[in-house]
């Protein structure tokens, strides 16, 4: 436990990840499985990517950022997401995300796996005071789900287990890339916005080759990464 900035912070051993994973096995398999019911399957990552329709509702790149870093609570286009991560800068985990807390929002495409995460308990649960992110101590440990009680209270979700971070090459470009220790995930991220002291990421949580819906992550300057 650190205590810092009027915040308490959690840590937790290595061990409490693998066993909960290891607990929680059914679940997170049938999370995976869902991927493969969404409405419309998101696969985004195929050999011929470059030739994918990703016109969406032909909105303007600008006018898609700012909605995202404003939180416009509204359903995006998935193609339109798509688009807009093509045109951002890819970023490097061990300049820009190690040793970094996140706090996280889920953007809804209305047919993703995390919009039942969004709807069944990140909303119930913001009326409450709690909030989500992540956080990477190192390029070996990191907290898939870090929750926090009103920004003063930090606990670690080890659901997942651990997760490492490196650089892999996703729609032809190399960025930063979380990878899940237990599960066939990996989230992969790159630069939205870093104006004003506001650096927030774009990313997109994949189960093997289909994309599971779709957040942003805005840097947490205030809150310690690690002890």
Same mark, same amino acid.
């Given at each position: 436990?650190?205590?810092?900035?009027?915040?308490?912070?959690?840590?937790?051993?290595?061990?409490?990840?693998?066993?909960?994973?290891?607990? +929680?096995?059914?679940?997170?398999?049938?999370?995976?499985?869902?991927?493969?019911?969404?409405?419309?399957?998101?696969? #985004?990552?195929?050999?011929?990517?470059?030739?994918?329709?990703?016109?969406?509702?032909?909105?303007?790149?600008?006018?898609?950022?700012?909605?995202?870093?404003?939180?416009?609570?509204?359903?995006?286009?998935?193609?339109?997401?798509?688009?807009?991560?093509?045109?951002?800068?890819?970023?490097?985990?061990?300049?820009?995300?190690?040793?970094?807390?996140?706090?996280?929002?889920? +953007?809804?495409?209305?047919?993703?796996?995390?919009?039942?995460?969004?709807?069944? +308990?990140?909303?119930?649960?913001?009326?409450?005071?709690?909030?989500?992110?992540?956080?990477?101590?190192?390029?070996?440990?990191?907290?898939?789900?870090?929750?926090?009680?009103?920004?003063?209270?930090?606990?670690?979700?080890?659901? #997942?287990?651990?997760?490492?971070?490196?650089?892999?090459? #996703?729609?032809?470009?190399?960025?930063?890339?979380?990878?899940?220790?237990?599960?066939?995930?990996?989230?992969?991220?790159?630069?939205?916005?870093?104006?004003?002291?506001?650096?927030?990421?774009?990313?997109? #949580?994949?189960?093997?080759?289909?994309?599971?819906?779709?957040?942003? +992550?805005?840097?947490?300057?205030?809150?310690?990464?690690?002890?």
């Amino acid at each position: 436990m650190l205590i810092s900035n009027n915040r308490v912070v959690l840590f937790f051993p290595l061990v409490m990840y693998d066993l909960t994973q290891l607990l +929680l096995f059914p679940l997170n398999y049938a999370i995976g499985g869902l991927c493969y019911l969404q409405p419309k399957k998101s696969v #985004w990552n195929d050999h011929d990517f470059q030739t994918q329709d990703v016109s969406g509702t032909a909105k303007s790149l600008e006018e898609l950022k700012w909605q995202i870093v404003n939180q416009a609570d509204i359903a995006y286009h998935e193609q339109d997401l798509v688009r807009l991560y093509d045109s951002l800068p890819a970023v490097s985990a061990s300049d820009d995300l190690i040793g970094r807390t996140w706090k996280g929002k889920i +953007l809804r495409t209305n047919h993703s796996v995390l919009d039942i995460a969004e709807w069944a +308990l990140v909303r119930p649960l913001t009326k409450l005071g709690l909030g989500w992110g992540k956080r990477y101590r190192t390029a070996e440990k990191g907290d898939p789900l870090l929750l926090n009680w009103k920004s003063r209270i930090y606990t670690p979700i080890p659901f #997942w287990g651990n997760v490492g971070m490196t650089d892999i090459r #996703w729609r032809g470009e190399t960025t930063a890339t979380m990878n899940y220790d237990h599960q066939p995930w990996k989230d992969y991220f790159k630069l939205l916005t870093d104006q004003d002291g506001k650096v927030v990421l774009l990313g997109v #949580w994949t189960h093997k080759h289909i994309a599971g819906g779709w957040f942003t +992550l805005t840097l947490d300057q205030d809150t310690p990464t690690d002890i």
